[in-house]
């Protein structure tokens, strides 16, 4: 055998090796981060049996929170949708003055912290905030209310929809809209008929991370809300309550709805990526 198929038969045998390794220890990683977490909520939540599990999830607060959780997402999603629209659409079909700092306003939420987004709210609309005045004279109440919970869902889901399409949007370019101009079309024609099947699948990308990131806040939720129990409190808010006192069981139980909603955003998410794969 010759020194090149040599080299050649143990280039092989080191890249076979190699790509074994790194694919066990993804595995590793896989098994150890996620899995393993996955299957400590499920077996502690089920610890005390399944009449437990079920007190702990239908229990009058964890209702509430469910429900102001499902509020949240509910308001929240379609609004970033609209806006994540028209934010994509300005950035990638027009050129103006002001567009990278548009841009760079759409990544904020990025780079500040959750938490300091809801302390800027209670700055802004608390008791003794700049508008808290005007909002007391106008009996309105925004902080530990539900109107701060979704303004602070808003903030930290601002960015995924409006990064999903900017991207897509450009590089399709312009081409087949300006063709629907001069065919006659209508500015809403052009976008039902030629922009909206074009960016469909992405569309619905950024609204299942949009989702999911609405339901899993926690951050920017837990300043503004005040914590009352039954009526300001979202899922992983009355999930902290219960582990703080020491009711395990229930916390882990009512934390197993997160993982359902988690896992169905999982499965949501890779069949719309397998979805655009085919585009």
Same mark, same amino acid.
């Given at each position: 055998?010759?020194?090149?198929?040599?080299?050649?038969?143990?280039?092989?045998?080191?890249?076979?090796?190699?790509?074994?390794?790194?694919?066990?220890?993804?595995?590793?990683?896989?098994?150890? &981060?996620?899995?393993?977490?996955?299957?400590?909520?499920?077996?502690?939540?089920?610890?005390?049996?399944?009449?437990?599990?079920?007190?702990?999830?239908?229990?009058?607060?964890?209702?509430?929170?469910?429900?102001?959780?499902?509020?949240?997402?509910?308001?929240?999603?379609?609004?970033?949708?609209?806006?994540?629209?028209?934010?994509?659409?300005?950035?990638?079909?027009? *050129?103006?003055?002001?567009?990278?700092?548009?841009?760079?306003?759409?990544?904020?939420?990025?780079?500040?912290?959750?938490?300091?987004?809801?302390?800027?709210?209670?700055?802004? &609309?608390?008791?003794?905030?700049?508008?808290?005045?005007?909002?007391?004279?106008?009996?309105?109440?925004?902080?530990?209310?539900?109107?701060?919970?979704?303004?602070?869902?808003?903030?930290?889901?601002?960015?995924?929809?409006?990064?999903?399409?900017?991207?897509?949007?450009?590089?399709?370019?312009?081409?087949?809209? *300006?063709?629907?101009?001069?065919?006659?079309?209508?500015?809403?024609?052009?976008?039902?008929?030629?922009?909206?099947?074009?960016?469909?699948?992405?569309?619905?990308?950024?609204?299942?991370?949009?989702?999911?990131?609405?339901?899993?806040?926690?951050?920017?939720?837990?300043?503004?809300?005040?914590?009352?129990?039954?009526?300001?409190?979202?899922?992983?808010?009355?999930? *902290?309550?219960?582990?703080? *006192?020491?009711?395990?069981?229930?916390?882990?139980?009512?934390?197993?709805?997160?993982?359902?909603?988690?896992?169905?955003?999982?499965?949501?998410?890779?069949?719309?990526?397998?979805?655009?794969?085919?585009?």
């Amino acid at each position: 055998m010759s020194t090149l198929a040599i080299t050649t038969t143990g280039l092989a045998r080191e890249r076979r090796w190699g790509a074994i390794s790194l694919i066990a220890a993804a595995w590793l990683a896989f098994l150890f &981060f996620l899995v393993l977490p996955l299957g400590v909520v499920l077996s502690e939540a089920l610890k005390q049996g399944y009449a437990s599990f079920f007190t702990a999830v239908l229990e009058p607060d964890a209702i509430a929170a469910l429900k102001l959780t499902l509020l949240a997402v509910g308001i929240s999603v379609p609004l970033n949708l609209v806006f994540g629209l028209a934010a994509a659409w300005c950035v990638s079909k027009y *050129e103006f003055r002001g567009k990278s700092l548009l841009v760079t306003l759409i990544d904020l939420p990025f780079s500040v912290s959750p938490i300091v987004a809801g302390l800027i709210y209670v700055l802004l &609309f608390g008791a003794q905030g700049f508008f808290g005045d005007w909002l007391a004279e106008h009996d309105i109440q925004i902080i530990f209310a539900v109107p701060g919970i979704v303004l602070a869902t808003l903030f930290v889901t601002v960015p995924f929809v409006a990064r999903e399409l900017i991207p897509l949007m450009q590089q399709q370019g312009t081409q087949e809209e *300006e063709a629907a101009r001069l065919l006659g079309a209508s500015g809403w024609q052009m976008f039902w008929h030629v922009t909206l099947p074009n960016i469909r699948w992405g569309l619905m990308y950024g609204v299942v991370l949009c989702t999911a990131r609405a339901l899993g806040e926690f951050g920017a939720v837990s300043v503004v809300s005040g914590h009352i129990r039954g009526f300001t409190n979202t899922l992983p808010l009355h999930v *902290e309550i219960l582990y703080n *006192e020491y009711n395990h069981v229930a916390a882990f139980s009512v934390a197993t709805l997160l993982l359902l909603m988690a896992l169905v955003m999982l499965l949501v998410k890779q069949w719309v990526q397998e979805k655009k794969g085919m585009i």
